[in-house]
């Protein structure tokens, strides 16, 4: 005869404690660390040809500080290099920090990533502001270190990248958030990739008129999302504005990256991310699709 142990009370509150045990290790031990790199196409209309084919890589959220390890933060850096891109974008939130007391330790993490072909440029976030995210002096320090080791930081400026359009924008949040500076500008109709650290900014009406690619940052995915049910915890207003690509009308591809770092040391079923995107024609990419 076969024996079936009986599931007691006692029995079942054993293996529960053991599962949320095993949930909660895994949560904080391993899925904060373990990197994913994503893989995709950026059909850009109207990209210059020399463009073609070229990969780009998306950073966001490093928070260096007291809280993200750097050694992990620095191997994840040096899987990029392997990657090999020909363009690297950063779309803020390198540190955590009151003041200016990270910038230095942002520098010693930031010297481990090779300068790409095309360069390697970046947007500020809201954490780069420092406590309360309105202290441009915090900024605009941590910019000079940035630009010592060859990183361009966009702060409501444009540049060209072989016929695109590269806009980057102030964190929505922080006080010299201005789009009247670059708007005039930019043509709009023209191959355009936007970096701004918080989505949320896409549903600001001074934004309405732009077009062409916008990558994100900020949310983070959440950190932690229960299986099948958006997370619980965003900070956006737009909760459609979790992760990946996001559908947003008006002529504008929203990417929103889902960070390196974090505030806490807790991911669940939001893997930290390194996007790596290869630069398609819009038309060859839906032309390919039809």
């Known amino acids: 005869m076969r024996f079936t142990p009986r599931l007691t009370r006692r029995r079942f509150l054993a293996l529960a404690s053991a599962g949320c045990l095993g949930v909660g290790l895994y949560t904080w031990r391993v899925e904060p660390h373990w990197l994913k790199v994503v893989r995709r196409e950026m059909p850009v209309r109207n990209l210059p040809s020399a463009l073609e084919g070229r990969t780009l890589i998306q950073l966001s959220d490093l928070h260096v500080g007291p809280v993200v390890d750097a050694d992990y933060l620095i191997a994840s850096l040096e899987h990029v290099n392997s990657l090999k891109p020909d363009l690297i974008v950063v779309t803020g939130d390198f540190m955590t920090c009151h003041l200016h007391e990270q910038v230095d330790k942002v520098a010693e993490v930031m010297e481990h990533l090779r300068p790409a072909e095309l360069g390697t440029y970046a947007s500020l976030g809201n954490h780069d502001y420092g406590l309360g995210w309105r202290r441009t002096e915090v900024a605009d320090r941590l910019t000079r270190r940035l630009t010592d080791l060859g990183i361009h930081v966009l702060r409501n400026d444009v540049r060209s990248i072989q016929g695109l359009q590269l806009v980057g924008l102030e964190d929505y949040w922080c006080p010299a958030f201005d789009v009247a500076t670059v708007f005039s500008r930019v043509r709009w109709d023209g191959p355009t990739l936007t970096l701004c650290h918080n989505p949320d900014a896409l549903d600001d009406e001074r934004l309405s008129a732009c077009r062409g690619w916008f990558l994100a ?73 039809s």
């Open 217 to 289: 940052g900020h949310t983070h995915g959440g950190q932690c999302r229960p299986p099948f049910l958006p997370p619980p915890i965003l900070p956006v207003k737009n909760r459609r504005y979790t992760a990946g690509e996001i559908a947003v009308p008006g002529g504008k591809s929203l990417y929103i990256n889902r960070g390196l770092g974090y505030l806490r040391r807790v991911r669940f079923n939001v893997r930290p991310e390194i996007t790596a995107f290869v630069l398609r024609r819009a038309d060859d990419v839906q032309r390919g699709d």
